[in-house]
């Protein structure tokens, strides 16, 4: 067991380093949906509670949602070469996979939080809500990834 965790961090650190990578403007334009739902929640969520219709149960998924897009901001702090990948990540193929991990975790955060929207703000009941996401959100994903692996064997 030890010297598997020997042998993925030797792999990790083996990984080439891409020093100019900046943020695309996917990125970026996923992050500012994220940030602007969670204001929104928050707004909705403090004028439900001050008119007193549901606001209870608002401010508790509004804090739900606020807590899973900052934990999910978590990965943001590492460099994507610490991240793991289906692909042996090589010279010419490391800016291609930095930029895709980076930007499937914006979905995943958009995703995430955006799964909180009927309950916050149109008052819909949580199963509802669960039951949609997955339905569109899980096959997303995996379209996704397939998409990727596909396009990097190419």
Partial sequence: MKDMFEKASAEKASRPEVKDLERSF???LLHIAVVVLVITYWYEAIDAYRTRRNGDTRILFT???S???FFLMIPEVMHPREYNYLN???EENARG???GARIFLGCVRLVGVAAFSPITLAGWSPRVVLALVSAISIPSMVA???FRAKRVKE
Avoid: R, S
């Fill in 67 to 69: 807590m899973g897009y």
């Fill in 63 to 65: 804090t739900i949602a």
């Fill in 88 to 90: 042996k990540i090589t």
């Fill in 144 to 146: 996704y990834c397939v």
């Fill in 26 to 28: 996917i990125e970026i």
């Fill in 97 to 99: 996979e930095y930029v």
